[in-house]
């Protein structure tokens, strides 16, 4: 078992600057591969970052490649998310999850097998 629970969300003004993090607990975290997803509302939920198990290696989805960056942090076991330059269409609820079984870097939620709650994010234009 994993409990994730994620934080850092909020109401942002479009080019500004949010950190997420996502701490967790349970079995070993460095055992699990970590992504990022999100979710507006009347939208499927959508890839957004990965990261292997070692932090050594990363994966984005094209519209947030340079502007976010996914990093972890196995002794404290968190992953964090820092959003840059931020556009009304980030707008979302943001999820962190686990993948305790496959090769790291999967984009289908339906790999991951556990999830945080979630948090709100909100660009202002």
């Known amino acids: 078992q994993v409990q994730l629970v994620e934080s850092g969300g909020g109401l942002v003004q479009a080019g500004g600057s949010q950190r997420l993090s996502c701490a967790a607990s349970?079995?070993?975290?460095?055992?699990?591969?970590m992504g990022w997803f999100r979710q507006a509302p009347g939208k499927e939920r959508e890839f957004v970052a990965a990261i292997s198990r070692s932090g050594d290696s990363t994966k984005y989805r094209n519209s947030v490649k340079g502007r976010f960056t996914i990093s972890r942090d196995n002794a404290k076991n968190t992953v964090y998310l820092q959003m840059n330059s931020l556009q009304p269409e980030d707008t979302a609820v943001y999820y962190c999850a686990a993948n305790t079984v496959w090769y790291w870097g999967r984009e289908n939620p339906d790999d991951y097998d556990y999830w945080g709650q979630g948090t709100q994010v909100t660009v202002s234009s």
């Open positions: 349970g079995r070993t975290f460095s055992s699990a591969a």
